[in-house]
């Protein structure tokens, strides 16, 4: 019967771990060409 438990545990982490995962890259994807845009503002 515990087989079922530890199924259900490693599915829930999976999906909370993919979840929080597309949020990190989301955030990084939104803050990387910001800072890109900095940079190159300064250099110049």
């Known amino acids: 019967m ?3 438990i530890v199924n259900l545990i ?3 982490t999976a999906i ?3 979840a929080i995962g597309t949020q ?3 955030e990084a ?3 990387k060409p ?4 900095v940079r190159k503002g ?3």
């Open 10 to 12: 490693v599915a829930g």
């Open 42 to 44: 300064r250099q110049r």
């Open 2 to 4: 515990a087989s079922w």
């Open 16 to 18: 909370g771990i993919g």
């Open 29 to 31: 994807s939104k803050v």
């Open 34 to 37: 910001i800072a890109i845009k």
């Open 24 to 26: 990190v890259i989301g």
